[in-house]
């Protein structure tokens, strides 16, 4: 239980379609990233947001956005599906402060299908 | 470039020692990453090693050679649960959350 919880757990769209993950943070982390994982694949870093501003992307394309709010919940948003989004989309969230490690807590993931 | 190798997937029998080993490279260095990941389950902190040498926790232990580019995981006194995914990571554009991944090393314990 690391406090970290998203939703939906499973997730069916077709392609074309947009969809948005929701995620909720432990108080006080003010810190979150998402990543895609793919059937046995390590997570690849989509991006990551610091105090509600993009902080960092990896190599994905426009039409992953996401969201940070005040209330540390945030939100992974992907337009126009592709079949290759399918996959377990993780958030992980940690309070980030100077010159000190945190360690960062993943959520148990949502399980995108797109068919 | 930044790459992370590690095995696909090793076996060992309950009771024993598994070292499951990762080499990689990154522009820069912020440290070594190790999660362990059970099927449908999120990714758990098993360690973070910045210098080198070994670093025990319990049954498991990381190492670090920076020199080497090279980490292991090592696993003593396997118990079934153990059987996991393990995933060695590194930070990459100077933050400790940006991490990249390496595939993953499929751990099945046998009786």
């Known amino acids: 239980e690391t406090g970290v919880t998203q939703s939906p757990t499973h997730l069916i769209k077709t392609r074309g379609q947009q969809v948005t993950l929701r995620c909720s943070s432990q108080s006080g982390h003010n810190t979150v990233s998402w990543y895609q994982q793919a059937l046995g694949q390590g997570p690849q870093f989509i991006f990551q947001y610091y105090r509600e501003e993009e902080n960092g992307r990896g190599n994905f394309p426009p039409r992953f956005s996401g969201l940070q709010f005040p209330n540390y919940s945030s939100e992974l948003n992907v337009n126009a599906l592709e079949l290759d989004d399918s996959a377990l989309y993780l958030c992980?969230?940690?309070?980030?402060?100077?010159?000190?490690?945190?360690?960062?807590?993943f959520g148990p993931g949502t399980r995108l299908t797109v068919l | 470039g930044q790459n992370i190798d590690q095995p696909t997937e090793m076996t060992a029998t309950e009771g024993a020692i598994v070292q499951i080993n990762c080499t990689y490279q990154?522009?820069?260095?912020?440290?070594l990453f190790w999660y362990q990941q059970h099927a449908g389950e999120a990714p758990t902190f098993l360690s973070y090693?910045?210098?080198?040498g070994l670093e025990e926790k319990g049954r498991f232990s990381s190492f670090l050679s920076r020199s080497k580019g090279y980490s292991y995981l090592l696993l003593k006194e396997l118990q079934m649960k153990d059987s996991a995914s393990y995933l060695c990571?590194?930070?990459?554009?100077?933050?400790?959350?940006?991490?990249?991944f390496g595939a993953g090393t499929r751990l099945a314990v046998h009786p």
């Open positions: 990154t522009s820069g260095f912020n440290g």
């Open positions: 090693n910045v210098l080198d």
């Open positions: 990571a590194a930070p990459f554009s100077g933050g400790y959350n940006k991490l990249i």
């Open positions: 992980a969230s940690k309070f980030s402060g100077t010159g000190v490690f945190n360690e960062q807590f």
